[in-house]
């Protein structure tokens, strides 16, 4: 009941209930009652027609028969636990925890803050998800009649030889009609927050506000879909590969109509949260400290093994440090990982309890009915305990494990023979051993020149071969019997990634930009107009507001992503002459479109533009919001397949994750070019990852903006690494602020 409980509800109750979280119940799912429920469903049909008594005695039947076949599989059930569960997951656990770098004390610290921030939060409760429910229901039938109004229009116009004025006039009407009917529902739903529930976003932009409530909301919705969706999804799965009987044509027909009716109300929901996401990170002001909410995969597949999607979306301001648990992912897995080697710990105490429990019933069983034979051999019931005798002794083949061998049965089954005599009253008969005679040779001689000298010496006794009874310990065979065993693993991913291997040391022939920043161009007169540069270089144009040249212009603000990527496009230009347009510049919003799972047209129109399949080298500005929001660079050598990495910290946990979302974007972009006809299908072959930066160069919390952009000048420059040290930072800043002012501009 308790795992029912906690699937039922949210969050907060399966750390308490749920069984994959508490400690004392092993590995066990707690679904042992739903298991010996599906064992009694064939009765149903079979208990209408029976009377009240018919029917316990059937349960009872049926009961009997369930307990006789699981007790002749308990050996094969241990054995399984054994290799399946302690042996494999156990390894598979101790694996992570060796690969996240990250203390088993400082998880269990994590695991305890996270356990009480989460049962102490007191999260707001959203009154209008009925009403979202209507207006996600409104909002599904309105894209089915726009697809309708859309192929009624083409079937008319490729049809019909001549049309009427009249019918292009209805046509015209009824897409204004929608249009009008589209705006209106999009006022009705962004109607359903209220911002003044939520006093402590006072001070926020209310175009986030009202964003973040409304993906709030929406992503309540979607976890109740996603759910529903996915029991639906079991009910139609339950037959497969045998495991339970099948749902019948017509519970499968009502099943799947189920679920076709419900989703593309999803699939909607999923894509307008995705939508809110990325108008959230536009939107996103550091200064805020809200964490933003992470994208949703668009596959039913992908999203049931999404972590995310029982997250609760943030909507007040985060105080303090940002704690590891919540953005870590290193801790995230090491604590799954850490639950799971406590749980394998727990599963071998309970399976050498219950392999000891076994025994024990073995020979109280066995001297009972030796017992009974020896009282009753005049008995009707004789042959009956007989019977009953041998299928005991069956077991001896059936249940001995690493936990209980063959001799612990074989002692027992012994010590049970001589217990049954004893207890029946009759007097055990005297058994012979018959030693072994000891043959000691020796030489004659030798005993004729020392018969009165007293002599000791070793008597070598023949080995015997049969071996006493050993104890074992439970861990030692659980970890050490099959210790060198292992199974290949697979991966089951939507985007076939290259092979990349991360080495957390400087590459070789590192060389450094020894950029001079001309101290006479500093002195400039501040301007507060808008820029804009026209397209120029291969860069569309570029527009610098009042917000922005006053960003460069102050020497303790943190750069913008309009100041990262103009002022990077600025250096792009001044540099030509060195890099001749070899190398693709990509802009801060590139990588946020794989979190978003952005279309691979979404991708080629956003970047097409940069021409990157002809270049040998791109360039990659990435942008980390939480917890504070810091600036980070990734060049990436296409002829060498090299990834070389630039964090002014230095920090080598958060690139793990990074490298991935790098790869993705790299394999998805070859894929798209080779689609176009631009490029042939090529292997990508083996990655390598360098960083360039072993040690910190930045102390304070507002350059790194600036430490990405002097990274970008070396590398368009032909260098590895930037030769800026941070007391030269003011002195670039400056010089980034008389770039913007000095080129062609139009003032506005």
């Known amino acids: 009941m308790t795992a029912m409980h906690a699937y039922g509800h949210e969050w907060a109750c399966q750390l308490i209930y749920n069984p994959q979280l508490i400690t004392g119940l092993g590995l066990s799912d707690g679904e042992g009652t739903e298991r010996l429920w599906s064992r009694f ?17 059937l349960i009872d039947r049926q009961v009997t028969s369930v307990g006789y076949e699981m007790q002749q599989d308990l050996g094969a059930w241990l054995k399984c636990q054994m290799r399946k569960g302690t042996k494999e997951q156990g390894s598979a656990a101790k694996e992570v925890l060796a690969g996240c770098d990250v203390p088993v004390t400082e998880l269990q610290s994590q695991w305890t803050e996270q356990q009480e921030a989460q049962l102490s939060i007191q999260a707001h409760k959203s009154i209008q998800l009925k009403e979202l429910d209507s207006v996600l229901a409104l909002q599904v039938d309105l894209d089915a009649s726009e697809h309708a109004l859309l192929a009624t229009c083409t079937v008319i116009e490729q049809d019909s030889k001549e049309i009427s004025l009249k019918t292009l006039d209805i046509l015209a009407s009824m897409e204004h009609s929608h249009t009008q009917l589209s705006d209106k529902l999009e006022t009705l739903y962004t109607s359903l927050n209220v911002q003044d529930r939520f006093l402590e976003l006072d001070g926020v932009q209310l175009d986030f506000v009202r964003i973040l409530l409304m993906a709030r909301d929406l992503k309540i919705n979607i976890c109740k879909r996603a759910v529903g969706s996915f029991f639906e999804w079991d009910k139609l799965d339950q037959a497969v590969g045998g495991k339970d009987k099948t749902l019948g044509t017509k519970l499968h027909q009502q099943t799947r109509k189920s679920i076709a ?41 992908e999203l049931r093994g999404d972590p995310t999607l029982l997250q609760d979306i943030w909507v007040s301001p985060s105080e303090g440090e940002m704690p590891r648990w919540l953005e870590d992912v290193a801790v995230h897995d090491g604590i799954h990982a850490l639950l799971k080697h406590d749980q394998c710990h727990e599963e071998r105490w309970c399976l050498g309890v219950e392999a000891d429990n076994m025994c024990e019933w073995f020979g109280a069983e066995m001297c009972a009915v030796k017992l009974a034979l020896q009282q009753m051999e005049d008995s009707p019931f004789f042959l009956l305990l007989q019977h009953r005798r041998e299928a005991i002794q069956e077991l001896m083949g059936q249940w001995p494990t690493p936990l209980a061998s063959s001799v612990h049965y074989a002692a027992k089954a ?58 074992f310990l439970l861990g030692d065979i659980l970890e050490g019997s099959d210790a060198n065993d292992k199974e290949g693993e697979i991966e089951d991913q939507g985007v076939i990634l290259p092979v990349v291997t991360l080495l957390w040391q400087l590459p070789h022939n590192l060389t450094s930009d020894p950029i001079d920043i001309s101290i006479n161009s500093l002195i400039v007169e501040s301007n507060t107009t808008t820029c804009v540069r026209p397209p120029a270089d291969g860069f569309p144009q570029l527009t610098f507001d009042s917000k922005d040249t006053e960003i460069l212009a102050s020497n303790e603000a943190q750069l913008n992503d309009t100041c990262l990527n103009g002022s990077a496009a600025l250096l792009y230009s001044l540099y030509f002459p060195i ?19 952005a279309t691979d047209d979404t991708l080629w129109r956003t970047m097409s533009w940069t ?75 083996d990655w390598m990852v360098f960083p360039v930066l072993l040690h910190a160069t930045q102390t304070n919390g507002y350059d790194c903006g600036l430490w990405v952009l002097a990274q970008i000048a070396a590398v368009l420059r032909g260098y590895k690494i930037t030769g800026l040290r941070e007391e030269d930072m003011i002195r670039f800043r400056r010089f980034l602020y008389t770039q913007v002012l000095r080129v062609p501009t139009i003032i506005v």
């Open 579 to 597: 890099h001749h347009g070899d190398i693709a510049l990509f802009s801060t919003h590139d990588i946020p479109r794989i979190w978003y799972n």
């Open 41 to 57: 469903i064939k009765l149903i049909g079979i208990e209408q027609s029976s009377s009240r008594q018919r029917c316990i005695w």
């Open 611 to 685: 021409n990157y399949w002809e270049k040998s080298m791109w360039i990659l500005p990435i942008h980390r919001p939480s917890p504070c929001g810091h600036w980070v660079m990734c060049t990436i050598d296409i002829a060498l397949r090299r990834l070389f990495l630039f964090d002014s910290f230095a920090e080598e946990r958060p690139w793990k994750q990074e490298i991935q979302d790098i790869m993705k974007l790299i394999s998805r972009l070859f894929m798209i070019a080779v689609t176009k006809n631009v490029v042939p299908e090529q292997d990508l072959g």
């Open 414 to 471: 012994n010590e049970v023979v001589s217990l049954a005599k004893s207890l029946s009253g009759v007097a055990p008969t005297a058994e012979l051993h018959w030693l072994k005679p000891v043959i000691c040779p020796w030489p004659l001689e030798d005993l004729a020149n020392n018969e009165d000298n007293s002599m000791a010496f070793e008597i070598n006794y023949p080995e015997d071969d049969a071996q006493g009874t050993e104890e």
């Open 261 to 301: 009716k419900c989703q593309p109300a999803l699939m909607a929901a999923i894509r307008r949260f995705n939508r809110y996401c990325e108008q959230l990170e536009e939107l996103y002001d550091p200064a805020y400290a809200i964490l933003l909410p992470s994208p949703l995969p668009t596959k039913l597949t």
